[in-house]
């Protein structure tokens, strides 16, 4: 997909993701830190950083899609950047957390790389890392209404998590994301480790 497809999705609300904050989030929030810093990275409209700056802690979203930044910017008090983190630096500072939902699907095997050594370097030690992935399960269609808007990010098995042999995964578990507008419910990753 293409950052002006990412756009015409914000601008028309149909992220098939939704709009509310994930419940693996919501569960796991209470392992981090009082007063945590954490990074959003492929932010999108802000449901997570939002949902976790309006519970106390520090958040700074990034995002290649200009409306998804705009759209963040208007539902609450988070800090939003618009940054293509496949190609750029995810900065200098370093993190308490890093969440990730619905982001890493998206990078090529051969960009992968990049995202692990941003990673590395933005987390502190003993940090936490959170992420959600889709997954692609030929029985699921992720939209079966329309099938010019079907939407299948690559397939990622359980052995693209043995990637971050540099975390300790205490969770990997496969879950259903729920349905959201035309969107039916889909297979994904959830995975929490520390740094």
Same mark, same amino acid.
Request: net charge negative; with cysteine.
């Given at each position: 997909?293409? !950052?002006?497809?990412?756009?015409?999705? %914000?601008?028309?609300?149909?992220?098939?993701?939704?709009?509310?904050? =994930?419940?693996?989030?919501?569960?796991?929030?209470?392992?981090?830190?009082?007063?945590?810093?954490?990074?959003?990275?492929?932010?999108?409209?802000?449901?997570?950083?939002?949902?976790?700056?309006?519970?106390?802690? !520090?958040?700074?979203?990034? $995002?290649?899609?200009?409306?998804?930044?705009?759209?963040?910017?208007?539902?609450?008090?988070?800090?939003?950047?618009?940054?293509?983190?496949?190609?750029?630096?995810?900065?200098?500072?370093?993190?308490?957390?890093?969440?990730?939902?619905?982001?890493?699907?998206?990078?090529?095997?051969?960009?992968?790389?990049?995202?692990?050594?941003?990673?590395?370097?933005?987390?502190?030690?003993?940090?936490?890392?959170?992420?959600?992935?889709?997954?692609? $399960? =030929?029985?699921?269609?992720?939209?079966?209404? $329309?099938?010019?808007?079907?939407?299948?990010?690559?397939?990622?098995?359980?052995?693209?998590?043995?990637?971050?042999? %540099?975390?300790?995964?205490?969770?990997?578990?496969?879950?259903?994301?729920?349905?959201?507008? $035309?969107?039916?419910?889909?297979?994904?990753?959830?995975?929490? =480790?520390?740094?």
């Amino acid at each position: 997909m293409n !950052k002006n497809k990412f756009n015409q999705v %914000y601008e028309s609300n149909t992220a098939a993701w939704g709009y509310e904050p =994930a419940e693996c989030l919501k569960k796991w929030k209470i392992a981090f830190p009082e007063n945590a810093t954490i990074l959003d990275i492929g932010c999108g409209s802000g449901r997570n950083a939002n949902y976790l700056e309006k519970n106390g802690f !520090k958040v700074l979203g990034y $995002d290649w899609s200009e409306e998804a930044i705009k759209k963040a910017q208007s539902e609450g008090n988070a800090t939003f950047r618009i940054k293509n983190i496949m190609t750029e630096s995810w900065g200098l500072g370093q993190y308490d957390i890093v969440i990730d939902f619905g982001c890493f699907h998206f990078f090529p095997p051969e960009l992968r790389s990049h995202y692990h050594e941003q990673l590395n370097n933005v987390l502190k030690s003993a940090g936490i890392y959170i992420n959600e992935s889709a997954r692609v $399960d =030929a029985d699921i269609q992720i939209n079966p209404n $329309d099938n010019s808007q079907n939407y299948a990010p690559p397939t990622l098995t359980k052995d693209v998590w043995e990637e971050f042999d %540099y975390l300790n995964i205490k969770k990997l578990e496969e879950n259903i994301l729920p349905p959201h507008g $035309d969107f039916g419910q889909y297979p994904c990753w959830n995975v929490f =480790a520390r740094n």
